[in-house]
Protein backbone atom coordinates (compact mmCIF):
# COMPACT_ATOMS: atom_id res chain seq x y z
CA UNK A 1 0.00 0.00 0.00
CA UNK A 2 1.01 3.65 -0.89
CA UNK A 3 0.85 5.83 1.80
CA UNK A 4 1.85 9.14 3.39
CA UNK A 5 4.90 9.09 5.24
CA UNK A 6 5.55 12.71 6.69
CA UNK A 7 4.43 16.00 6.14
CA UNK A 8 5.53 19.22 5.96
CA UNK A 9 4.68 23.19 5.55
CA UNK A 10 5.99 26.87 5.98
CA UNK A 11 4.34 30.12 5.80
CA UNK A 12 7.48 32.00 4.55
CA UNK A 13 9.95 31.10 1.35
CA UNK A 14 13.18 30.35 2.70
CA UNK A 15 11.99 29.43 6.22
CA UNK A 16 12.34 25.41 7.92
CA UNK A 17 9.50 23.45 7.30
CA UNK A 18 7.68 22.48 9.69
CA UNK A 19 6.24 18.96 9.91
CA UNK A 20 2.59 18.76 10.98
CA UNK A 21 0.44 15.46 11.66
CA UNK A 22 -2.41 16.96 8.29
CA UNK A 23 -2.74 19.76 6.14
CA UNK A 24 -5.95 21.27 4.95
CA UNK A 25 -5.83 21.56 1.14
CA UNK A 26 -8.23 23.61 -1.46
CA UNK A 27 -8.77 22.89 -4.97
CA UNK A 28 -6.85 25.12 -7.20
CA UNK A 29 -5.54 27.24 -4.22
CA UNK A 30 -3.04 25.05 -2.65
CA UNK A 31 -2.36 24.30 0.98
CA UNK A 32 -3.99 26.49 3.85
CA UNK A 33 -1.21 28.13 5.72
CA UNK A 34 1.48 26.92 2.78
CA UNK A 35 3.82 29.67 1.49
CA UNK A 36 2.39 28.79 -1.72
CA UNK A 37 -0.85 29.16 -1.55
CA UNK A 38 -2.72 31.30 -3.17
CA UNK A 39 -6.43 32.89 -4.13
CA UNK A 40 -5.51 32.04 -8.15
CA UNK A 41 -2.58 29.70 -7.99
CA UNK A 42 -0.80 27.81 -10.55
CA UNK A 43 -0.90 24.13 -10.32
CA UNK A 44 2.90 23.83 -10.40
CA UNK A 45 2.84 25.45 -6.92
CA UNK A 46 -0.43 23.78 -5.18
CA UNK A 47 1.05 20.45 -3.57
CA UNK A 48 4.50 18.76 -3.53
CA UNK A 49 5.63 15.33 -3.18
CA UNK A 50 8.44 13.35 -2.68
CA UNK A 51 9.04 9.84 -2.12
CA UNK A 52 11.11 8.68 0.53
CA UNK A 53 12.89 5.89 -0.54
CA UNK A 54 14.80 8.69 -2.58
CA UNK A 55 15.47 10.34 0.27
CA UNK A 56 16.71 7.09 2.11
CA UNK A 57 18.61 6.15 -0.79
CA UNK A 58 20.67 10.03 -1.00
CA UNK A 59 21.65 9.78 3.01
CA UNK A 60 21.99 5.92 2.67
CA UNK A 61 25.36 6.76 -0.44
CA UNK A 62 26.28 9.78 1.39
CA UNK A 63 26.59 8.59 4.96
CA UNK A 64 24.30 11.53 6.37
CA UNK A 65 20.71 11.56 8.03
CA UNK A 66 18.83 14.43 6.79
CA UNK A 67 15.37 14.41 7.67
CA UNK A 68 12.94 13.93 5.20
CA UNK A 69 10.83 17.60 5.51
CA UNK A 70 14.56 19.70 4.69
CA UNK A 71 14.04 18.24 1.55
CA UNK A 72 11.20 21.07 0.86
CA UNK A 73 8.36 19.03 -0.23
CA UNK A 74 4.95 18.97 0.99
CA UNK A 75 4.01 15.28 1.05
CA UNK A 76 6.58 12.54 1.24
CA UNK A 77 5.37 9.08 0.46
CA UNK A 78 6.35 5.49 0.93
CA UNK A 79 5.75 2.48 -1.60
CA UNK A 80 4.92 5.04 -4.90
CA UNK A 81 6.94 5.94 -8.09
CA UNK A 82 5.98 9.75 -8.71
CA UNK A 83 7.83 10.10 -11.64
CA UNK A 84 5.39 7.99 -14.10
CA UNK A 85 2.09 9.90 -12.55
CA UNK A 86 2.60 13.04 -14.96
CA UNK A 87 -0.79 13.25 -16.66
CA UNK A 88 -2.57 11.03 -13.85
CA UNK A 89 -4.83 11.43 -11.01
CA UNK A 90 -4.64 10.29 -7.67
CA UNK A 91 -6.02 10.33 -4.48
CA UNK A 92 -4.47 10.93 -1.19
CA UNK A 93 -6.80 10.27 1.68
CA UNK A 94 -9.72 12.29 0.62
CA UNK A 95 -7.94 14.42 -1.98
CA UNK A 96 -7.62 14.47 -5.67
CA UNK A 97 -4.81 15.59 -7.23
CA UNK A 98 -3.33 15.31 -10.90
CA UNK A 99 0.66 14.81 -11.49
CA UNK A 100 1.58 18.20 -13.64
CA UNK A 101 5.63 17.97 -13.59
CA UNK A 102 8.51 16.37 -12.03
CA UNK A 103 9.95 18.53 -9.29
CA UNK A 104 13.67 19.64 -9.95
CA UNK A 105 16.28 20.09 -7.26
CA UNK A 106 17.29 23.49 -7.18
CA UNK A 107 20.32 25.83 -6.38
CA UNK A 108 18.49 26.91 -3.57
CA UNK A 109 17.74 23.63 -1.62
CA UNK A 110 21.57 23.04 -2.38
CA UNK A 111 22.91 25.58 -0.57
CA UNK A 112 19.77 25.25 2.48
CA UNK A 113 21.19 21.72 2.76
CA UNK A 114 24.65 22.38 2.29
CA UNK A 115 24.91 19.48 -0.19
CA UNK A 116 26.60 20.18 -3.35
CA UNK A 117 25.62 16.87 -5.17
CA UNK A 118 21.81 17.78 -4.51
CA UNK A 119 21.39 18.76 -8.41
CA UNK A 120 22.82 15.51 -9.91
CA UNK A 121 21.33 13.40 -7.23
CA UNK A 122 17.71 14.61 -7.31
CA UNK A 123 17.44 15.58 -11.22
CA UNK A 124 14.79 12.32 -11.78
CA UNK A 125 14.29 11.51 -8.11
CA UNK A 126 13.18 15.59 -6.81
CA UNK A 127 9.38 14.45 -6.87
CA UNK A 128 5.93 15.56 -8.42
CA UNK A 129 4.11 19.18 -8.63
CA UNK A 130 0.17 18.04 -8.18
CA UNK A 131 -2.65 20.73 -9.03
CA UNK A 132 -5.15 19.86 -6.38
CA UNK A 133 -8.55 18.65 -7.60
CA UNK A 134 -10.66 18.56 -4.71
CA UNK A 135 -10.88 20.38 -1.08
CA UNK A 136 -10.47 18.41 2.34
CA UNK A 137 -7.23 16.95 4.34
CA UNK A 138 -3.95 15.23 3.88
CA UNK A 139 -3.02 13.03 6.86
CA UNK A 140 0.15 11.15 8.18
CA UNK A 141 -0.81 7.63 6.80
CA UNK A 142 -3.46 8.22 4.68
CA UNK A 143 -3.31 5.79 1.25
CA UNK A 144 -2.24 6.89 -1.85
CA UNK A 145 -3.95 5.01 -5.03
CA UNK A 146 -3.64 5.77 -8.45
CA UNK A 147 -7.02 6.15 -10.52
CA UNK A 148 -6.36 6.32 -13.91
Keep these: MSKVLK ?6 NNKKIVEVKSIDVL ?13 YNDPYCQLSLIESENIDYYNTKYGLNIPYTEFRRN ?12 G ?18 CKHLTEMLNQGNILKEFLRRGGLRCQILTSSSISIGDEIKILD
Design 7 to 12: LGITNN
Design 27 to 39: ANKGIIGDRHFNE
Design 75 to 86: VITKGINLNNLI
Design 88 to 105: KKLQIGNVKVEGIDLCRP
